[in-house]
C-alpha cells in the first residue's frame, strides 16, 4: 500500500539530487546517536544525516526534505534536542506555507484507501498523486489493521487494535523540559480518538527508540 505524495515525494527529491552532481552521487552519513545501541534501529537501518554538495554548499537532506514538506517530523528519543529543535523548526516552517503534501496533510486517521498501490516506473502524471496523507507511523499500523479486520483476523476498533500494540512515546516538550529519564512514557493510542482522529501534529510526539537487534553471524551485537 502507498499514501498519496509519496510517489511526488520521491520524485521531488530524485529531481533534487540531480541537480546536484552526477550518478552516483557522493555523501556524507553522520549521526549524533550513541544510545541505546550505537547508529542502528531494531531494524538495522542506520539513523543519521545524509549531506551532499549542491551549489558549492553543504546541504543536509533530511533537513531539505523536512523544510519542502516533503517529511513529516517524526522524532526518536535516541536524537538530541537540537536535532529535534532544527527539524521541527523547518518542518513547521513548511506546514504553514502549506508546502509539499502539509495542503493535505489530515488528522483523521481512518481514511484508508486499500486500492491505492505503487506504481511500477513511478507516478505518469504526479498530479494523480494528491490525497489525504497522515502521519507515516499510523499510516502503517492502519494499512495493517485494515487488512487484518478484512480477513477477519481482528475485529475491534482501530483505537482498540492501536492499545493492543502500543508505541511507546512522549511529549516532545515534556521531554525536552524534564529529559528522558523523568519525561512522563506516553502511548501513541492516547493521541487517536475512537473516531480515529490523531489530536495532535506529528511534531509533538518522541517515540521510543528501540534497542538494535542487528548481530553478526556469531550473534554478536553489531555496534558502530
Known amino acids: 500500500f502507498r499514501q498519496f ?46 549531506f551532499i554538495k549542491a551549489g558549492g554548499h553543504e546541504v543536509n537532506v533530511n533537513h531539505w526534505l523536512a523544510e519542502h514538506g516533503w517529511a513529516f517530523p517524526t ?24 508546502s509539499g503534501f502539509w495542503k493535505q496533510a489530515s488528522a483523521n486517521v481512518l481514511a484508508f484507501d486499500s486500492t491505492l498501490l505503487y506504481r511500477k516506473g513511478g ?26 479486520k478484512k480477513t477477519k483476523l481482528v475485529t475491534g476498533s482501530f483505537q482498540k487494535y492501536l492499545s493492543a500494540y502500543p ?22 493510542d492516547e493521541f487517536v480518538t475512537a473516531q480515529g482522529v490523531f489530536t495532535v501534529q506529528a511534531r509533538d510526539l518522541v517515540f521510543q527508540e528501540a534497542t538494535s537487534r542487528v548481530v553478526d553471524r556469531n550473534g554478536t551485537p553489531v555496534h558502530w
Open 123 to 148: 507516478p505518469p502524471d504526479p498530479q494523480d498523486d494528491r490525497g489525504s496523507v497522515i502521519l507515516p507511523k499510523l499510516f502503517r499500523r492502519v494499512a495493517t489493521w485494515a487488512v487484518a
Open 5 to 50: 505524495y509519496g510517489e511526488t515525494a520521491t520524485l521531488a527529491l530524485h529531481s533534487f539530487l540531480a541537480k546536484a552532481g552526477a550518478s552516483p552521487l557522493a555523501c556524507i552519513v553522520r549521526t549524533a546517536v550513541d544510545q541505546p545501541n550505537d547508529v542502528f534501529d531494531t531494524y538495522g537501518r542506520l539513523v543519521g544525516d545524509i
Open 167 to 188: 508505541d511507546a512515546c512522549y511529549a516532545t516538550h515534556d521531554l525536552l523540559e524534564q529529559g528522558l529519564a523523568a519525561a512522563t512514557h506516553r502511548r501513541l
Open 75 to 98: 522524532f526518536y528519543s535516541s536524537m538530541s534536542s537540537s536535532e529535534i529543535a532544527d527539524v521541527s523548526a523547518l518542518a513547521e516552517t513548511a506546514r504553514k506555507s502549506q
